[in-house]
């Protein structure tokens, strides 16, 4: 009897001594990645400041008349606005997308090491995979679709009990977090559903058991029901392409590195890539022979799931970019998780080396971010603050690409103007009709439409419509809109400045 409450208190000590060993690895991941984050005024993640402002515009909208605007109370997509809202009522402005994509890198890494813990995955795998939190959508601010992921694992567990325990417990837990998934975003909703037919499919699922769960979807499944043809209806009554469109399958697999690091210029984002997949390949590898034992089948499927969901589904539907590509990070991060760790002579040695791996790719970003605020933001914060309160503010960027930072990283900083000082500019998220606040009629712009994609298409003509003029541009293209006899400078800094509208 002694022996047996001495070997059940050892094995409980060990347990806690993981579980502590696994908390203070998660604590230091989180302080590197939330480190960039939180010194860098302007985070280099496009959407965000759209996001930000449908906030302001929902206490305008809340607070005064109704008109322009209506709050989508029952719409997707919501749930990340809870937590921007939260922020906005306990911080500064200037601190709210900082705290919200603090929060999502966290939440990440808590999902991260919450599933490898109950799956029991190596430790190493759930430090490298901490990497995918700088994902592609991370750049482009898919805010929404990015704090699904944690919902996901919630619902991965859930769905990956036993269905032959079920409990009314559990059935609730499902119902409520097939909600989350509609909240956090469409696409998750829709991937959470596939998910639950595909799991059920390879267990060959008693029909009873099958059913049982099918109920838990029907009150999100309705909701959604009534949501999507009021999306696609708006979408395309407001001119978006809303047909689904597919590129090559060779362009669609190359653009995958890019998907899962392709955030900052040079070799950073192919470092991360081979290093995943060494750990892949070294995995497979050596534990070739017992495989089959030896590799977490629930993980490994949810894995294979996305990596589907990449390969078929369209580069973008409904207006929405990256439709397919977006979900490679989250295939790579379930599909690491799923192998055992490579076997090497000193354990100790390769955990070494993963926290290493995270160290080394943490002050490369910072490095990055450092140079994206103080050369390509040079003079934009000047300009935000020159902007008087309520005005209508026309957004130009000429530059559009940064020798630091992938894709379009100035693409909606012109929304910050809304964001700090209320007003209009010439494009806001309330035309998506996804968010959380939209136009109530169909607003049709009187001056060139597209002008946040295409700053080169500007017209004098649009100047009518607005009071100043916040122009990233090189400092010969500047001096080219200084000779516009309807603009003064308000700055005088490159690559961005403030110029007013003469009338």
Not at 14 to 31: T, Y
Not at 304 to 320: E, Q, R
Request: aromatic letters at 16%; charged letters at 15%; one cysteine or more.
């Amino acid at each position: 009897m002694r022996t047996s409450f001495h070997g059940r208190f050892e094995l409980r000590a060990s347990v806690l001594s993981e579980v502590k060993k696994k908390a203070l690895i998660a604590s230091g991941i989180v302080l590197l990645t939330v480190l960039p984050i939180l010194l860098t005024p302007f985070p280099p993640s496009a959407d965000l400041p759209q996001h930000i402002a449908q906030v302001r515009l929902f206490l305008e909208t809340l607070n005064g008349p109704p008109d322009p605007y209506v709050i989508l109370w029952y719409g997707p997509d919501n749930l990340v606005y809870f937590f921007l809202l939260l922020f906005w009522i306990v911080l500064p402005v200037a601190w709210v997308g900082r705290a919200i994509l603090a929060l999502i890198a966290i939440l990440w890494i808590a999902a991260i090491f919450v599933l490898g813990t109950k799956r029991d995955s190596a430790i190493e795998a759930m430090i490298l995979v901490t990497m995918l939190v700088f994902n592609q959508a991370f750049y482009w601010g898919f805010l929404n679709f990015l704090i699904g992921l944690p919902v996901f694992v919630l619902w991965f567990l859930l769905t990956t009990r036993a269905r032959e325990n079920s409990s009314w417990r559990l059935q609730v837990g499902l119902v409520a977090v097939s909600f989350l998934l509609y909240a956090s975003h469409a696409l998750w909703l829709a991937a959470g559903v596939g998910w639950f037919f595909f799991l059920n499919v390879l267990r060959r699922t008693p029909v009873k058991h099958f059913l049982l769960g099918m109920t838990a979807l029907i009150p999100a499944g309705i909701v959604s029901l009534f949501w999507f043809p009021f999306l696609s209806t708006a979408r395309a009554g407001a001119g978006y392409d809303v047909i689904p469109r597919w590129s090559g399958l060779f362009d669609r697999l190359s653009s995958c590195i890019d998907a899962a690091f392709g955030g900052i210029w040079g070799v950073t984002g192919m470092a991360a890539f081979l290093v995943l997949y060494s750990w892949i390949g070294f995995s497979v590898w050596q534990n070739r022979k017992r495989l089959a034992e030896s590799v977490d089948k629930d993980l490994l499927a949810a894995g294979l799931f996305f990596l589907t969901i990449v390969i078929l589904a369209p580069d973008k539907y409904m207006s929405t970019i990256f439709f397919n590509s977006r979900w490679f990070p989250v295939a790579l991060l379930f599909l690491v998780l799923s192998l055992p760790a490579p076997t090497v002579k000193r354990r100790p040695v390769l955990l070494s080396a993963s926290l290493a791996v995270i160290v080394v790719s943490s002050l490369v970003i910072f490095s990055a971010w450092r140079k994206y605020s103080r050369e390509d933001l040079s003079g934009f914060r000047e300009a935000i603050d020159r902007i008087p309160v309520s005005s209508r503010v026309l957004g130009i960027d000429l530059v559009k690409n940064s020798d630091t930072i992938r894709g379009r990283p100035f693409l909606q900083l012109f929304a910050y103007a809304q964001v700090f000082k209320g007003g209009t500019v010439n494009f806001s998220f309330a035309e998506h009709y996804s968010g959380l606040v939209a136009y109530r009629e169909k607003r049709t712009a009187p001056w060139t439409p597209r002008l946040e994609w295409y700053g080169e298409r500007f017209r004098s003509e649009d100047l009518q419509w607005f009071d100043f003029v916040l122009a990233n541009a090189s400092v010969a293209e500047h001096k080219l809109v200084l000779e516009i006899k309807e603009l003064s400078p308000v700055t005088f800094t490159s690559p961005w400045r403030l110029y007013r509208v003469n009338r």
